[in-house]
């Protein structure tokens, strides 16, 4: 082994030759594939640099800007969902107030009902109730036209006051007058 540091003892090294590229710039092919030293062309190996770190440059800002694109389109989508769980917790909550609502109304809907019937029933009892006052009243006017015309007939028979019928054995009510 040569004190140059390598197996093959034409290649130079790093000491000798410090910017050594392989195949810059033409793609692998043809006469780039041997080393070029930076005493035989410059230029075109710091432009070869220059270029492939402007590529990783713009490559990095792409990688930034997509990750920062994801977030936005994660946290929009996590927005996006939570105003959809909230307009479907939402609409739940209004078919089950609809449905409670429907309930109420079938209830109250039956309750107006039942009163309804109840105020016809109460109505047809107070008519009957009036035509049954009717009646008693004149059953009391014709058992006290009756009742007089007794007490007369007694006394003209002779019946002392005292043994005539009186007032008091027709029950009292309201509706005698």
């Known amino acids: 082994?040569?004190?140059?540091?390598?197996?093959?003892?034409?290649?130079?090294?790093?000491?000798?030759s410090p910017s050594i590229l392989i195949g810059a710039g033409n793609g692998g092919s043809g006469a780039g594939n041997r080393m070029q030293t930076s005493s035989s062309n410059p230029s075109p190996n710091l432009e070869n640099v220059a270029a492939n770190l402007q590529k990783i440059a713009q490559a990095k800002y792409k990688v930034e800007d997509f990750a920062n694109r994801q977030n936005d389109l994660l946290n929009e989508l996590a927005e996006?969902?939570?105003?959809e769980d909230f307009i479907s917790?939402?609409?739940k909550a209004i078919g089950e107030l609809n449905d409670e609502k429907r309930s109420h109304s079938e209830i109250i809907q039956t309750i107006n009902n039942d009163k309804k019937d109840l105020e016809e029933v109460i109505n047809h009892a107070r008519d009957e109730q009036r035509q049954h006052?009717?009646?008693?009243?004149?059953?009391?006017?014709?058992?006290?036209?009756?009742?007089?015309?007794?007490?007369?007939?007694?006394?003209?028979?002779?019946?002392?006051?005292?043994?005539?019928?009186?007032?008091e054995v027709v029950p009292q009510n309201s509706i005698s007058a």
């Open 80 to 83: 996006f969902q939570s105003t």
């Open 133 to 167: 006052e009717e009646m008693l009243a004149k059953k009391y006017e014709q058992l006290f036209i009756l009742m007089g015309q007794l007490n007369r007939l007694a006394q003209e028979s002779g019946i002392p006051i005292e043994e005539l019928i009186t007032p």
């Open 89 to 91: 917790r939402t609409m």
């Open 1 to 16: 082994m040569s004190e140059r540091g390598g197996s093959n003892p034409t290649s130079p090294t790093l000491a000798e």
